[in-house]
């Protein structure tokens, strides 16, 4: 258990691990109502449960953004392999589909606790539909809560221990001087902020050509931050990183501070609004009956992408948002 510095603020290990089972339901949500495509995110639900629009919408706009942002990235021209790297990365099942849609990179790496990797590694050796993904060669263990294949490799780790994830490097095979990106999806604002800086500082200083690409909480200080921190405090799992970087330009500085050499962060009202695809948003606005629209603003100036780029060889000048 650690205490936040929010009074009474704690977080337990546990609790952390289980919002992975609530974005792995919310994200089957999503794909039931037809809002996204994802062939394997039910094998990681136990219970289907639906979720309201405003949840719904939330979810495929988190979906969307990591999606056209990863197709950025593996559509860059260059002659080099690349890799994709996913810190927290929980049940997550974009390998599946980029090895679906044939458009997997060299290597994809995910890491998590030990608890989660297990539950992960079992779930993909039972279901020959994940296991056929990994190509031939590929050795599961749910007692060590590792996969690894020659193109994917799920490994056990608490990221707060940079040495370690230093080390994963060597384990993993991945090569730090090929074009990576890296994702952290709701993970780093459950660490203390001395951790965070310490994972992009790492993250910054290995790999010169890459994206860093965050989701997560801003604005804690008003009315509907101080309820969503309520909610999940209640739920054990303190934002430990929100008062460390509770803006969009304090997320920025947190990548240029550690080294990145370029930072962008936009809020997820103004990504729905100017990021996510036109026809995508129609078709998803008729899936449901919606008109909790204040709500809806409110919900998405409270969460943001925010990522920091390292472009030694010049691949991402058209990389990311589009420019003022
Ligand atoms: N990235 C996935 C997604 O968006 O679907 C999962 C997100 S879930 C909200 C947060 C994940 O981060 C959990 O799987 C949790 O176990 C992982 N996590 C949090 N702190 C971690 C740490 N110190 N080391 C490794 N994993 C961690």
Not at 28 to 41: A, H, M, Q, T
Request: charged share 25%; glycine share 6%; proline share 3%.
């Amino acid at each position: 258990m650690e205490r936040g510095h929010r009074g009474g603020a704690h977080s337990s290990t546990a609790a952390v691990q289980a919002t992975n089972d609530d974005a792995a339901t919310s994200k089957l949500s999503c794909v039931n109502k037809g809002y996204i495509k994802d062939d394997y995110v039910h094998f990681f639900v136990r219970k289907q449960i639906r979720r309201a629009p405003i949840i719904n919408r939330g979810y495929f706009s988190r979906w969307a953004v990591l999606r056209k942002m990863l197709l950025q990235f593996l559509n860059t021209q260059t002659d080099e392999r690349k890799q994709i790297l996913s810190l927290g990365a929980g049940f997550d099942t974009t390998y599946f589909q980029l090895q679906d849609e044939g458009i997997a990179p060299h290597l994809y790496v995910e890491l998590d606790f030990k608890e989660v990797t297990s539950k992960k590694a079992a779930i993909i050796e039972h279901y020959s539909q994940l296991r056929e993904k990994l190509g031939p060669d590929s050795l599961i263990s749910k007692e060590k809560g590792e996969v690894v294949s020659n193109n994917y490799k799920l490994l056990p780790i608490d990221i707060r221990d940079v040495q370690k994830l230093d080390d994963m490097i060597n384990i993993t095979q991945l090569d730090p001087s090929l074009p990576t990106f890296i994702i952290t999806e709701c993970v780093l604002i459950y660490l203390n902020p001395a951790s965070t800086h310490s994972i992009v500082g790492w993250a910054a200083t290995k790999f010169s050509t890459a994206i860093f690409f965050l989701y997560e909480q801003i604005n804690p200080d008003d009315a509907f931050g101080e309820q969503m921190i309520k909610n999940l405090e209640s739920r054990g799992c303190a934002l430990l990183g929100i008062n460390a970087t509770p803006t969009l330009a304090s997320k920025e500085r947190l990548f240029l501070d550690q080294g990145w050499q370029r930072a962008v962060a936009w809020d997820m009202l103004r990504i729905y609004d100017e990021f996510i695809d036109i026809e995508e948003k129609r078709r998803i606005e008729r899936l449901e009956l919606f008109d909790e629209f204040e709500e809806w603003h409110m919900m998405q100036e409270h969460y943001c992408v925010a990522y920091g780029i390292n472009d030694r060889k010049g691949l991402f000048d058209a990389f990311g948002f589009p420019k003022e």
